[in-house]
């Protein structure tokens, strides 16, 4: 499966912002899909995974309430809203995809990568 992300961009503390992850290839729905981040100096982070049929979601715990994991599977599309942004959330954005069906926050689970998408958010 091949993986675009997309929507990222620079934003002020508090605002938002939607990234979507668009897969071709293999069926989507196949694939459990997670967003990760990597912040410069800094190893890249788990932030969000969801179920093959979209029913279960995993959070980091530093940004539940603010970021919410979803996907289309018709769209073959996974998205991150993601509010109330923070200086700290700046990052690039790298969605995921998982064969198999259970949720996982580790990097190394993950078998598809996208190419990343710049966050920057400012105080």
Do not use: H
């Not at 967003?35 to 979209?54: D, H, L, M, N």
């Not at 959070?59 to 509010?83: C, H, P, W």
Request: charged share 15%; with cysteine.
């Amino acid at each position: 499966v091949q993986l675009q992300a997309s929507g990222g961009g620079s934003v002020q503390a508090g605002g938002s912002l939607r990234l979507s992850c668009a897969a071709s290839g293999r069926t989507f729905s196949s694939y459990v899909m997670g967003w990760f981040r990597q912040a410069p100096g800094k190893e890249r982070e788990f932030v969000a995974s969801i179920t093959r049929g979209g029913g279960s979601m995993t959070y980091a715990d530093s940004l539940k309430g603010r970021f919410t994991i979803s996907r289309d599977n018709a769209e073959n599309t996974v998205f991150l809203q993601m509010n109330s942004l923070r200086p700290e959330d700046t990052a690039v954005y790298y969605c995921a995809a998982r064969e198999g069906a259970l949720r996982a926050a580790s990097v190394t689970a993950y078998d598809y990568w996208g190419q990343g998408t710049q966050v920057t958010v400012s105080s």
